[in-house]
T-cell receptor
Framework: DAKTTQPPSMDCAEGRAANLPCNHSTISGNEYVYWYRQIHSQGPQYIIHGLKNNETNEMASLIITEDRKSSTLILPHATLRDTAVYYCIVRDPWGGSQGNLIFGKGTKLSVKP | EAQVTQNPRYLITVTGKKLTVTCSQNMNHEYMSWYRQDPGLGLRQIYYSMNVEVTDKGDVPEGYKVSRKEKRNFPLILESPSPNQTSLYFC????????????FGQGTRLTVV
């Protein structure tokens, strides 16, 4: 079972920041937080990951709380092309089979004009 | 360009007729896996492989076989397809260890009638 909890859906106005929350209260010390998204029925696409520090790349920023029990993915200026299902996943990258990517239901983000 | 290639993209077949969905990656990744995606059930892992000649069952392996004779290829075999295997299938690959991203194929939409 997925170890994360996400809201099933969110709306965002085009050009505004989209903040997608994720709860992972049972995360262990070795587990990282990963975000992927799936646009329509395409293959999931990696966005960003982090352990405990905040991370930023060309696509998004990841804010992880100090206790690591929750995180927020931020798309700073959402566009219509960001409409997708966003998955928050925790995994241990050195855990062998325990490091498998287990997907939950994700958050369906709708960016509206 | 780093990529995971699945073939075919679309397939309609009849119950009981053996089929193979191919998956190939060009990144020299040790780890490869197969998922199926169904409405309301999300992405579920079928099989995974941590290296050549090493395969393991995921969450929904019944009715499927895989093989890993070469590092780059990880075919999914349905010996006797049934209508409940109608689904959208994704292949993925990543490095075995380390906090790196997974790459997904474009998907194969299979219909079994």
């Amino acid at each position: 079972d997925a170890k994360t909890t996400q809201p099933p859906s969110m709306d965002c106005a085009e050009g505004r920041a989209a903040n997608l929350p994720c709860n992972h209260s049972t995360i262990s010390g070795n587990e990282y937080v990963y975000w992927y998204r799936q646009i329509h029925s395409q293959g999931p696409q990696y966005i960003i990951h982090g352990l405990k520090n905040n991370e930023t790349n060309e696509m998004a920023s990841l804010i992880i709380t100090e206790d690591r029990k929750s995180s927020t993915l931020i798309l700073p200026h959402a566009t219509l092309r960001d409409t997708a299902v966003y998955y928050c996943i925790v995994r241990d990258p050195w855990g062998g089979s325990q490091g498998n990517l287990i997907f939950g239901k994700g958050t369906k983000l709708s960016v509206k004009p | 360009e780093a990529q995971v290639t699945q073939n075919p993209r679309y397939l309609i077949t009849v119950t009981g007729k053996k089929l193979t969905v191919t998956c190939s990656q060009n990144m020299n990744h040790e780890y490869m896996s197969w998922y199926r995606q169904d409405p309301g059930l999300g992405l579920r892992q079928i099989y995974y492989s941590m290296n050549v000649e090493v395969t393991d069952k995921g969450d929904v392996p019944e009715g499927y076989k895989v093989s890993r004779k070469e590092k780059r290829n990880f075919p999914l075999i349905l010996e006797s397809p049934s209508p409940n295997q109608t689904s959208l299938y994704f292949c993925a690959s990543r490095e075995l260890q380390g906090s790196t991203e997974a790459f997904f194929g474009q998907g194969t939409r299979l219909t079994v009638v």
